[in-house]
């Protein structure tokens, strides 16, 4: 992944933030849920009909959202320099982070911490180390 520096600017990075924020807390006022997106695709999947209305549209704003984005901006290119196998791997181990840690980076990152929640704090500093040390090693240890 590569970030262009010289061209960045913080706002549509502060749009994106205030995006954010405005809809995790407009979900839990509203519907009194949490935000994250694993637990909602998760039970979309489910499909359990009194409960798929509010996460079939939280997904489809998900999705939405770049393309809304792009009829007023250019859209960022996207570089990975990673492998199929490698992108399957990190997905199956992010998948079954989230299995164990009872909730995705965005549950736990944006809604817990902003509630203060001891559990979320712990794992968010896990997981934000754990992707450090991964990085270190793969770009600098394992790397000939």
Excluded at 56 to 63: D, E, I, K, M, P
Aim: glycine share 14%; hydrophobic share 50%; with cysteine.
């Amino acid at each position: 992944m590569f970030i262009d520096w010289n061209h960045f600017t913080p706002w549509s990075a502060l749009a994106g933030g205030v995006l954010i924020g405005a809809a995790v807390a407009l979900l839990i006022l509203m519907n009194g849920r949490i935000a994250g997106i694993s637990g909602i695709l998760g039970g979309l999947l489910k499909l359990k009909r009194e409960d798929t209305g509010w996460r079939f549209a939280f997904v489809s704003g998900l999705v939405a959202a770049p393309l809304v984005w792009q009829s007023f901006m250019r859209l960022p290119s996207v570089e990975v320099d990673g492998s199929y196998g490698t992108i399957a791997a990190a997905g199956l181990l992010v998948g079954l982070g989230t299995r164990f840690g009872s909730r995705c980076t965005s549950g736990h990152g944006v809604c817990g911490v902003s509630r203060l929640s001891p559990r979320s704090i712990v794992a968010t500093l896990v997981f934000m180390g754990t992707g450090f040390v991964v990085v270190y090693l793969v770009r600098h240890v394992f790397q000939a």
